[in-house]
């Protein structure tokens, strides 16, 4: 059941408004996670562009939307967090995952799949180390990586799978309601993000980021009185 109301768009105005533009502009939509959170609108403001600009494919990231999904989905699957999981199957076949790999990820049929190349089934692997906690004493995987990314992409993959560990236990923690499948759906016209659009929400932020106490307060008291539970 779910833990928190949401924050709709129709009961906020100005920046937080704006802020809401922003989370369609780069995540395709403002999924239930991002109606949640924004309890807490400061960290949320902070997390957007990151949440972004890791998980999607763009000019600056070495890696492509469709390996990010991958350990995404394995992640997700690992964590057992449904919500996640659903959107990202969702993103995953935007990014070319079939639905057979979908199905391979959730056990460890994917080692034998013909379709996953060898580097992406290392770094499903990798995931799910990550996930569980073993890759620090797992040198044998680590080797494995290292012959087929570069230090940086390691990096950006580590990052990936790390980040959605945290999404995953935010989820489940508030348990976030998953919305219907047509709302789903829209993350799929996300995979691709144009930096351009970070850039403008980042210039946007930085305008308007407050200096004294006082303006912190204002929004976080907007947060909660905009807050309603389903009815």
Same mark, same amino acid.
């Given at each position: 059941? &779910?833990?928190?109301?949401?924050?709709?768009?129709?009961n906020i105005s100005g920046e937080f408004d704006e802020f809401y533009g922003a989370?369609? &502009?780069?995540?395709?939509?403002?999924? +239930?996670?991002?109606?949640?959170?924004?309890?807490?609108?400061?960290?949320?403001?902070?997390?957007?562009?990151?949440?972004?600009?890791?998980q999607r &494919?763009?000019?600056?990231?070495?890696?492509?939307?469709?390996?990010?999904?991958?350990?995404?989905?394995?992640?997700?699957?690992? +964590?057992?967090?449904?919500?996640?999981?659903?959107?990202?199957? %969702?993103?995953? &076949?935007?990014?070319?995952i079939t639905h057979e790999e979908i199905i391979e990820l959730s056990s460890d049929d994917y080692l034998q799949s013909e379709t996953l190349s060898p580097g992406e089934k290392v770094a499903v692997r990798w995931a799910e180390a990550v996930t569980k906690n073993t890759a620090a004493g797992d040198d044998a995987l680590f080797e494995e990586m290292k012959k087929h990314f570069t230090n940086g992409e390691i990096v950006e993959l580590t990052m990936v799978s790390a980040m959605f560990n945290m999404i995953n236990r935010l989820n489940d923690s508030l348990a976030v309601p998953i919305e219907l499948e /047509?709302?789903?759906?829209?993350?799929?016209?996300?995979? /691709?993000?144009?930096?351009?659009?970070?850039?403008?929400?980042?210039?946007?932020?930085? /305008?308007?980021?407050?200096?004294d106490a006082a303006a912190f307060q204002?929004? +976080? %008291?907007?947060a909660e009185k905009a807050a309603t539970w389903e009815t």
């Open positions: 059941m &779910q833990r928190l109301p949401k924050i709709e768009r129709e989370v369609t &502009q780069l995540l395709g939509r403002v999924p +239930n996670f991002y109606r949640t959170i924004s309890h807490a609108p400061w960290y949320v403001m902070l997390l957007l562009g990151f949440n972004a600009s890791v &494919q763009w000019p600056g990231s070495r890696m492509s939307g469709r390996i990010k999904e991958l350990m995404v989905i394995k992640t997700s699957h690992t +964590n057992g967090c449904n919500y996640c999981y659903a959107h990202n199957t %969702a993103l995953g &076949q935007a990014a070319g /047509d709302e789903i759906n829209l993350i799929k016209r996300s995979l /691709d993000m144009d930096p351009a659009k970070v850039g403008t929400y980042l210039h946007w932020l930085a /305008d308007f980021w407050p200096e204002r929004m +976080n %008291a907007e």
